[in-house]
Structure formats: C-alpha cells, structure tokens
C-alpha cells in the first residue's frame, strides 16, 4: 500500500449556508449534516425586509432619496463588511473562522468517511491539521485591480447610474450606488466609473436594465497593473442596432476616452464587447479593441507577465505574490518532479516553478489566458512549460496517462468556485505519480467540499476512486482581500458586482 499522499487545500472563512451539492455522488446524510453546521456568520446586511408569503413583491420605487452617507455606509457594509474593524480586528475574525472550519471538516470526514484525518503535527484541539497564522495582505486599501461596475436607477433615481448593487431582483429593490468610497477600490478604477457614467448621461442611448427591456448601454470592467496602466472594457447590448449604427457607438465612445473629458483617465487599453447574454467570453463575442494596446504587463516574481482582457489574474497583485510564494514552499518541487498546474489562468505559479520542477504542465479553459501564458513562458525565456487550452476534465485524464507512474508528480489545482470537475477528482485521486496536491479554492463548502471528501475517503470502487486517499496536512492562510469576510472568484472570476459578496482570504492544507 502507498504511504498516505500530501494534500494541500486553500479555502476561503465565510460562505451562506445551503450552498452544499452533492448530486447523485452523495452517501445518505452528507448534504444535511454539512448544511446543518454550516457557518452562521453573515456579515451582510439586509437592505430591505422579504415579502410576507403569499404576497407579491412593492414595485421599486423611481425616487429614493439623494446619495448620502446612508446609502454609502449601507453599500461598505454589503461589499467590505469588515471596514469598521482596525486589520489587526479583521485578521483574529477570520482566523477563528478558519478554526471552525477546520473542526467541522475534520468531524464531517471521520462521521461520513471513517478517514483518519489527524497528523503527527502539533496542532489545535478539534482541527484535522496543522493550521498556521494567517499571512497578512501587504497593500489593504484600494488593493484591487480588477473592479467590474454596473449601470441601473441610482438613489435619485437615474438609470445612467454606475456602481455597486445594493438590494435584490427578487424584491425588486434594485439600487445602484457609486462605489468610490469603498475601501478595496483604488482611485483610478472610480475615476474610469465616474468618467463612463458622465458618458452614458450624455448619449441618447438607452442602458440595458433588463434584457427584455431593451437598451444598450451595460457594465464597465477595470483593470489596472502596479506600473499604473488602465483598461476599459465597455459591455453593450447590441439589440437591433445595424452595424454602422453600432460603428457610431464605439466612434463615440473612442472620442470620449481619447479626445473628449474622459481622456483624464489616461486609458491604456478601451475595449468594447456587444454581449447579447450577462457573461460572453471572447470565444463567444470578441472583445474589440478601439484605443491603446491590446495587453496589460505586470511584474510579478521576477517574471513580466501578459494579461488579456479576460484572463483570470489574482485581483490582489502583492497579495498573490505572497500566496504563490507559500505555494512554491508547501510544494517542494524539485528537479526531480513534474508539475501540474490545473486551471492554471495566465500560468503565473507554473512560470514562477518552473524554474525549480523539470517540467510544467499547465490546464486552462479560457485560451486567451493560455496565450498569455504561452507568450509569458516565451519572453521570460522559460522552457519547461507546456500549455493546454480546453476543459480539465477532458484534457486532464488523457495528459496523465501519457505520464508513466515512475515520474513523480506535484499537482496544483486552482478551480473556479464550481470545484474540480468530478473527472479531474478521479484522475488526480487514481494517478499514483501524484503524491503532493496543492488545492486552492475561494470556497469551502459546496463542490470544493465534495472534492476533498472524494480526495481524502477511503477505496471507493463504485466512485472509480481506486487510488490511495489524500491526508490533510496543514493549513496556511493567505488574506488577499482586506475588508471582506468572503472569498471572490473569480471572476474572474469576479463576479458581478451585481451581486459582489465580499471577499476573503484562502488557506492552503499540506
């Protein structure tokens, strides 16, 4: 039998119970008892009361008041609800989060799994591994760089409003409150948001509210680099309109940015993308370059990395570099092992490896990323880096069985907050060259908690886990988002701002 394998695990403190699925994989009782004892902090404030059952949602009002300090609190207190504490406050929060955490996982897997969780190092009372204290972000305020901002009826009711979501479509209590106050937003990215909404009240067109609605005009993306340099992806609903009409559009909004007041903004990159859906990835519906360069550069462990407009980028540049540095440690890549970077976004943790492992091979669905990674790999002169554009599920499998057991391989998986597909579980749980695995994930509970069951049970033949179980070794936490209790995916993840949860750190478990 293998000795027991080495698992790593990065998860954010604070997620809404019931978010737990399990599909038809689940043993009786899992889904119940983990939402039974899911995290009860809420740090998000309710804007308005539900509706009574049985009765219909109030009609929102056209006319709420001026924006005053009410609605700005209200909306720090939705999107940064940790800004009154000091960072030393925030810091002890979310470690005795992470605690709890920690004890529900370790008594979840040996109820449910029989597995025998605890380790030889020291560690707290009820935790299944060691946990270490949480390394703190190195910039606190204004640490993003990447904010998407949304278009809807402000307080005063105008609906060339641009900023943050407070309410719910549910309720129908949708207000959109400029976010310049909040403390994880950098100035340059209010100043583009400030500069589009003077756009949009100035143009003739219509926002696009509601699909169906009509209107054009959407949400405005930002991303900046630390050297500085911005860009602007505009997002428009293209509707009936014939293509000179839409030639007229992006001509107008060129002229703004380059010659007319929002050349203030100084804008590296503005890119515009007509998206007929909420979410349209290049593939889909190209992003189209008006002005400017088509990439963003940022220097990070030593390497210059390339970015695309919808790359996945760490949105905390100084945090990352501590997050991939700790990662680089708890790995112990060597000459001797290969390692495999799944969902990899731009590359950046196999580039800044590879110069320690014999080979990289990095996963990504997203292709534009896989050509920063490529073009990243190319002008750092780094040679021992493969990258796969394509879905992990598919391409995982396939790529492992051209590596025979006598490599010795180091995995590192970074999935979106869906989790690893169930066929990258079983690949990565069947290759016996595995034997370290870094898992980093903006969410504990859900799929990312079906994935270390999966990883971690015992010989499930009926699962096809046939391979030896994974052991959680030790927990480091990594704050790359101040002010926030949850974790953010993503989108790249991010998500929309529609709905911005807060955001949080991560840990990683050896």
């Known amino acids: 039998?293998?000795?027991?394998?080495?698992?790593?695990?990065?998860?954010?403190?604070?997620?809404?119970?019931?978010?737990?699925?399990?599909?038809?994989?689940?043993?009786?009782?899992?889904?119940?008892?983990?939402?039974?004892?899911?995290?009860?902090?809420?740090?998000?404030?309710?804007?308005?009361?539900?509706?009574?059952?049985?009765?219909?949602?109030?009609?929102?009002?056209?006319?709420?008041?001026p924006l005053d300090g009410s609605w700005k609190e209200r909306l720090a207190d939705v999107v940064t609800p940790l800004w009154r504490l000091s960072y030393e406050e925030q810091l002890k929060v979310k470690?005795?989060?992470?605690?709890?955490?920690?004890?529900?996982?370790?008594?979840?897997?040996?109820?449910?799994?029989?597995?025998?969780?605890?380790?030889?190092?020291?560690?707290?009372?009820?935790?299944?591994?060691?946990?270490?204290?949480?390394?703190?972000?190195?910039?606190?305020?204004?640490?993003?760089?990447?904010?998407?901002?949304?278009?809807?009826?402000?307080?005063?009711?105008?609906?060339?409003?641009?900023?943050?979501?407070?309410?719910?479509?549910?309720?129908?209590?949708?207000?959109?409150?400029?976010?310049?106050?909040?403390?994880?937003?950098?100035?340059?990215?209010s100043q583009v948001a400030q500069y589009y909404e003077i756009l949009l009240r100035q143009s003739p067109m219509e926002p696009c509210l509601l699909f169906h609605e009509g209107g054009h005009w959407r949400e405005l993306t930002v991303r900046t680099n630390s050297q500085g340099h911005t860009m602007a992806i505009i997002t428009f609903h293209p509707q009936e309109l014939r293509q000179e009409e839409l030639g007229v559009q992006k001509e107008t909004v060129k002229e703004f940015f380059t010659k007319g007041p929002g050349a203030v903004c100084d804008l590296t990159s503005?890119?515009?993308?007509?998206?007929?859906?909420?979410?349209?990835?290049?593939?889909q519906s190209p992003?189209?370059?008006?002005?400017?360069?088509?990439?963003?550069?940022?220097?990070?462990?030593?390497?210059?990395?390339?970015?695309?407009?919808d790359s996945f980028f760490q949105v905390n540049t100084a945090g990352a570099e501590m997050l991939y540095r700790t990662i680089g440690d708890l790995t112990g890549v060597n000459s001797n092992t290969v390692l495999l970077d799944i969902c990899c976004g731009t590359g950046v943790i196999g580039l800044f490896l590879a110069q320690y492992a014999s080979q990289v091979l990095g996963i990504e669905v997203v292709k534009q990323?896989?050509?920063?990674?490529?073009?990243?790999?190319?002008?750092?002169?780094?040679?021992?880096?493969?990258?796969?554009?394509?879905?992990?599920?598919?391409?995982?499998p396939q790529l492992l069985k051209s590596k025979g057991d006598g490599q010795l391989i180091v995995a590192v998986a970074n999935p979106a907050r869906a989790g690893l597909h169930y066929l990258v579980v079983q690949a990565i749980r069947n290759c016996r060259a595995i034997r370290t695995l870094v898992f980093v994930s903006c969410k504990p509970h859900g799929e990312t908690t079906r994935n270390i069951i999966e990883l971690c049970c015992p010989l499930n033949p009926a699962k096809k886990l046939l391979g030896e179980p994974f052991v959680l070794r030790q927990a480091v936490p990594v704050d790359l988002f101040p002010h926030t209790p949850h974790s953010t995916a993503g989108s790249?993840?991010?998500?929309?701002?529609?709905?911005?949860?807060?955001?949080?750190?991560?840990?990683?478990?050896?």
């Open 492 to 510: 790249g993840g991010s998500s929309s701002p529609c709905y911005v949860p807060p955001i949080l750190d991560g840990r990683l478990m050896n």
């Open 1 to 65: 039998m293998d000795s027991p394998r080495c698992f790593f695990s990065r998860v954010s403190l604070f997620s809404k119970a019931g978010l737990l699925t399990w599909h038809s994989r689940k043993p009786p009782g899992w889904s119940q008892l983990f939402l039974g004892s899911a995290c009860k902090g809420n740090f998000t404030h309710v804007i308005s009361k539900k509706c009574q059952k049985g009765s219909k949602s109030p009609k929102k009002a056209s006319h709420l008041g």
């Open 369 to 396: 990323a896989v050509e920063d990674a490529k073009w990243t790999s190319a002008f750092n002169g780094i040679t021992n880096c493969q990258f796969h554009a394509g879905r992990a599920e598919k391409i995982l």
């Open 270 to 283: 503005l890119y515009f993308q007509e998206s007929t859906m909420t979410r349209c990835s290049h593939q």
């Open 95 to 189: 470690f005795e989060a992470q605690k709890k955490i920690l004890q529900r996982l370790e008594s979840y897997l040996q109820k449910f799994n029989g597995v025998k969780v605890t380790t030889a190092a020291p560690k707290l009372k009820g935790l299944c591994c060691l946990l270490h204290p949480i390394i703190p972000s190195p910039v606190i305020d204004g640490y993003r760089n990447k904010s998407t901002f949304s278009v809807n009826r402000g307080p005063d009711g105008n609906p060339k409003t641009v900023g943050y979501y407070l309410g719910t479509w549910r309720d129908r209590n949708v207000v959109c409150v400029r976010s310049n106050h909040l403390k994880n937003i950098p100035e340059k990215h």
């Open 287 to 309: 992003y189209q370059l008006l002005s400017g360069e088509p990439h963003l550069f940022e220097d990070l462990l030593g390497l210059k990395i390339r970015i695309s407009p």
